[in-house]
């Protein structure tokens, strides 16, 4: 749904229905001006993580819902159980930084 989304294409082929797979949407913080999300590459690392987008801007404004109204970005991760993509979740959450000012 979110590849559709945004416009990108996906394929039957891509897809694993029998893969346990789950979504972390990171929410903001904090009120402010997001000056940073660190980390992203040893989180990206964690083994099990399938994607990991941020999307907003570094310098725009953020407030954490329900006053804001959208999350920092997704992480994605599939595994061979979903016990495991709950790990691979957890573990790349707390490798990220977010730097709100």
């Not at 994607?51 to 404004?61: E, F």
């Amino acid at each position: 749904m979110l590849a559709n989304a945004l416009g990108q294409r996906t394929t039957a082929a891509s897809q694993e229905p029998n893969r346990p797979s789950g979504v972390f949407m990171i929410p903001v913080p904090r009120p402010g001006m997001l000056q940073a999300v660190e980390g992203r590459a040893g989180a990206a690392a964690v083994p099990g993580i399938t994607g990991l987008m941020i999307t907003i801007p570094i310098g725009q404004r953020v407030r954490p819902l329900p006053e804001g109204d959208r999350y920092l970005g997704f992480i994605f991760a599939g595994a061979g159980t979903q016990e495991e993509v709950g790990k691979a979740l957890a573990a790349a959450r707390e490798r990220l930084r977010i730097v709100i000012r």
